[in-house]
């Protein structure tokens, strides 16, 4: 199994979060992704920014400000990925499903994660436009993303109590599995559901699940304990309740 790193404090037991999407990145096909990440990503940070279709050359006039947008131009100034999402779905380019949502409770997570299905069905392109209010009279388009291309995609965002807080992954899928959720968690480094910890000195291991700071041998004759009373926290590792000499160090699956 390949570990997430932990972070592991005397109120804290957990991996990152955006870490966790790293195993979904590296089995999916990621020049698409990229570029839904760019598109979504420069509609997060610029003030005002339109959508429309991929071949669509957006000129000065389309943008002047005053009369009302262009009919296939989409407007979006949204303060989150999940809205931005919704909008470009009310505009016709994709549609989203949300499939996942994790609070940290049941889990090691830093924060919430969750994971959107996208399907791309009309290919599109975000305009920036700067309207100049400051130094210019006049308004220009300043950055189009690359075209979005049509097809599946996986969007994975960090976030906290349904509040959307960052995009952490875009990825595109060549095919989709029947089951996404299920496929998810089949991925080394994805779950954050399971800690082990393991003492260099003595050998003890244990395991705790979903979340839980109680921790249950395994595969070895010693005593449970609970993480809220380890000692010595130093450098992600605690006092050995068992040997007491040695490190208990751990690991999330
Ligand atoms: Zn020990
Ligand atoms: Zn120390």
Redo the contacts with the bound molecule.
């Keep these: 199994m390949s570990a997430l790193e932990v972070s592991a404090s005397r109120y804290s037991l957990t991996v990152d979060a955006t870490q966790t999407f790293e195993s979904l990145s590296d089995v999916a096909e990621n020049e698409s992704g990229d570029r839904l990440r760019d598109a979504l990503a420069m509609a997060l940070t610029a003030k005002v920014t339109y959508a429309t279709v991929a071949d669509r050359v957006v000129t000065s006039e389309d943008i002047r400000p005053g009369p009302g947008d262009s009919p296939d131009l989409t407007c979006m100034s949204c303060p989150a990925p999940w809205s931005i999402v919704k909008t470009l779905e009310s505009a016709g380019f994709l549609t989203a499903q949300n499939v996942l949502v994790e609070l940290t409770g049941d889990t090691y997570l830093s924060e919430g994660r969750s994971v959107t299905i996208i399907n791309v069905v009309k290919p599109f392109t975000v305009v920036t436009v700067d309207y100049g209010f400051s130094s210019s009279e006049r308004w220009t388009a300043t950055d189009q993303s690359d075209a979005v291309p049509a097809g599946w995609y996986l969007l994975g965002e960090v976030r906290e109590h349904f509040d959307t807080k960052a995009i952490a992954c875009a990825v595109g899928m060549n095919e989709l599995p029947d089951d996404v959720v299920a496929w998810l968690f089949e991925l080394e480094g994805f779950g954050a559901s399971t800690c082990l910890a393991g003492?260099?000195?003595?050998?003890?291991q244990w395991r705790a699940e979903s979340g839980d700071w109680t921790f249950h041998p395994d595969g070895c004759d010693v005593g449970s304990w609970v993480y809220d009373d380890a000692d010595d926290f130093h450098a992600d590792t605690i006092a050995?309740?068992?040997?007491?000499?040695?490190?208990?160090g751990f690991t999330v699956h």
Excluded: F, L
């Design positions: 003492c260099s000195s003595c050998g003890s050995c309740p068992e040997c007491e000499t040695g490190r208990v």
